[in-house]
T-cell receptor, first 110, second 115 residues
Framework: QKEVEQDPGPLSVPEGAIVSLNCTYS??????FMWYRQYSRKGPELLMY????GNKEDGRFTAQVDKSSKYISLFIRDSQPSDSATYLC??????????FGQGTRLTINP | ETGVTQTPRHLVMGMTNKKSLKCEQH?????MYWYKQSAKKPLELMFV?????QTENNSVPSRFSPECPNSSHLFLHLHTLQPEDSALYLC?????WGSGANVLTFGAGSRLTVL
């Protein structure tokens, strides 16, 4: 079993839709949870960072962590064509390396 | 320049060549990393340097040789590579290895093709 599972997609939705991206994990020691966004021909950039369980909102983006279910989500509201990218979840216990999901390729169609 | 800069952005090499990838960070971070990104695979951590000392080597073949002369610069020396080594090589930096969230800042990557 992989430590972090992420559906690779691809996922294609119309502009303005709500997008839900998800990851599951197996290591209960993970405490720090991140979402990175990677545009084509660029390196990943940090989008959202959450510690432990709960929600965090930043503009159109909301990150949710459910440690009891070992499940994290990223929601994108009012999606825009500029949101088209690959989204990578990542997590760590803090004392060890960051473990990444496979990445979900997202396309927002105008 | 700010952030993490990688050169070259693209590299094509034969299996018998020797080349190097370079990474420079201007963020004042103390940890630097090499990752390999292949299609349909999660990012693979290759090496970690913390305060110029190598702290992680994730069973990387010896044909990849890292060098970290100071906290701002990181190199990946390549020799006698195989076609399956073709990938995007990403450099990253963070404040310190093994501390809290360990948020990484990535460079744009060096796209390597081995013929």
């Amino acid at each position: 079993q992989k430590e972090v599972e992420q559906d690779p997609g691809p996922l294609s939705v119309p502009e303005g839709a709500i997008v839900s991206l998800n990851c599951t994990y197996s290591n209960s020691a993970f405490q720090y949870f991140m979402w990175y966004r990677q545009y084509s021909r660029k390196g990943p950039e940090l989008l959202m960072y959450t510690y432990s369980s709960g929600n965090k909102e930043d503009g159109r983006f909301t990150a949710q962590v459910d440690k009891s279910s070992k499940y994290i989500s990223l929601f994108i509201r009012d999606s825009q064509p500029s949101d088209s990218a690959t989204y990578l979840c990542a997590m760590t216990s803090g004392a060890q390396k960051l473990v990444f999901g496979q990445g979900t390729r997202l396309t927002i169609n105008p | 320049e700010t952030g993490v800069t990688q050169t070259p952005r693209h590299l094509v090499m034969g299996m018998t060549n020797k080349k190097s990838l370079k990474c420079e960070q201007h963020l004042g971070h103390n940890a630097m990393y090499w990752y390999k990104q292949s299609a349909k695979k999660p990012l693979e951590l290759m090496f970690v340097y913390n305060f110029k000392e190598q702290t992680e080597n994730n069973s990387v073949p010896s044909r990849f040789s890292p060098e970290c002369p100071n906290s701002s610069h990181l190199f990946l020396h390549l020799h006698t590579l195989q076609p399956e080594d073709s990938a995007l090589y990403l450099c990253a930096s963070s404040q310190q290895w093994g501390s809290g969230a360990n948020v990484l800042t990535f460079g744009a990557g060096s796209r390597l093709t081995v013929l």
